[in-house]
Every structure is written in structure tokens, then in C-alpha cells.
């Protein structure tokens, strides 16, 4: 019975790498498109819209698409063009996660001019932070 499952699974794990070969995968752009669809697939749930219902098909489709298509530079130029244009709110993200997992050790800022991410200690007060890439120079409460 275990050799059995084992040969399933190795087949399927097979069936997948061949079906996936040559294609552009789960990117960046694709997986957002994912879950802002099943966002709007648990919204409408309580909501009952048909728009609502038709924007989580075609974001679903969307994602699936890109998922599956074996045109992989043009992908490739729309998920940069994806990071780019959300490079901002990422780096936000990335800054208030780091803060919550340091806890009461460090505080982390991101640099106005570069956008580099700058770790200073906490419970220091007002403190002169000088940015390491850039030499910018900016006050702030840690």
C-alpha cells in the first residue's frame, strides 16, 4: 500500500514537471492576481454581486494564464513592470514586518533618497540616522 502511494505521488510530481516545462510559472504578478481573486471570492460570498463575481473569474483566468503561458519574456517584462510599480508599498511591507519580528531590540527605517532599509537600535530617542549607500542624513524617534 505505501509503494503504491509513493508511485502515485512520483507519477503526478512527473505529470506536473512535464506539463510545467517550458512555461512561465507562479510569478509575482500572477500570485497577487491569485489572491486579490480569492479575496474578492470570500467578499462575494457575503455580498452576492454578479460584477463582483465576474471581476474574480477574470482575475482567476488572469492568473492561470500567466501561470500557463510559454511566452516567457513578455511575462517576464510585465511581472518587472509589476514590481516596479509596487516596489514602494513592498518595501513598507518588508520594513513593518522586520519591525514587528525585532521586536524591542532594533528599529528599521527606509532611506528617502535610496529607499535602503536601515536597521538603528531602539530606545535610543532622537537620533541623526545616516543612510550607508547614500551618506543621506535624517533625524528620527527609535
Known sequence: MKNSLRQMRFALQSFLMRLMYGRNG?????RACYGVSMILLVVNIFAGSVIIYFMW????AY??????????????AEN?????????????GEVLKLNMQS???SK???CSDCGQKI???KGKGKIEIRCP????????KT
Do not use: H
Request: glycine fraction near 8%; aromatic fraction near 16%.
Open 26 to 30: 507562479f510569478d509575482n504578478m500572477a
Open 57 to 60: 473569474i477574470g482575475l482567476f
Open 63 to 76: 492568473s492561470m494564464f500567466r501561470t500557463f503561458s510559454r511566452n516567457i519574456p513578455k511575462r517576464y
Open 80 to 92: 518587472q513592470k509589476y514590481l516596479q510599480m509596487t516596489r514602494g508599498i513592498r518595501s513598507r
Open 103 to 105: 521586536g524591542s531590540t
Open 108 to 110: 528599521y527605517y527606509i
Open 119 to 121: 536597521r538603528v537600535p
Open 133 to 140: 549607500k547614500c551618506g543621506n542624513r535624517f533625524i528620527k
